[in-house]
């Protein structure tokens, strides 16, 4: 196991998010639908992978994504986020 402070699996898993465009994809689906928003008004495309990594500090809930690893709260969050993403990326599958 890594050392306190730094990244492990779960941190790494976090990190790749931000770079997989189908899920910066899926969060401007999902802000579009949480404020209402048309397409127009937040475009596909729009989240960058820093928005990826502010949107999983803030939702899980720590300053860093190395403390995923550490915080067994942020880890369930992360694993509720991922199931999510996936439970989406079915739905657009049988969408089209």
């Known amino acids: 196991m890594s050392e306190a ?3 492990g699996a779960q ?3 976090a990190a790749l998010l931000g770079t997989n465009e189908r899920f910066r994809l899926y969060l401007d689906h999902r802000c579009r639908h949480g404020h209402g928003l048309s397409e127009t008004q937040l475009p596909d495309g729009t989240h960058t992978e820093q ?3 502010d949107f999983l500090r803030k939702a899980c809930g720590v300053k860093s994504r190395a403390e995923i ?3 067994d709260r ?3 969050m992360l694993d509720r ?4 993403y996936q439970r989406w990326e079915r739905a657009q599958r049988r969408a089209g």
């Open 5 to 7: 402070g730094k990244g």
């Open 11 to 13: 941190s790494r898993r």
């Open 51 to 53: 928005d990826v990594a």
């Open 69 to 71: 690893d550490y915080n």
């Open 74 to 76: 942020a880890r369930a």
């Open 81 to 84: 986020i991922v199931a999510d």
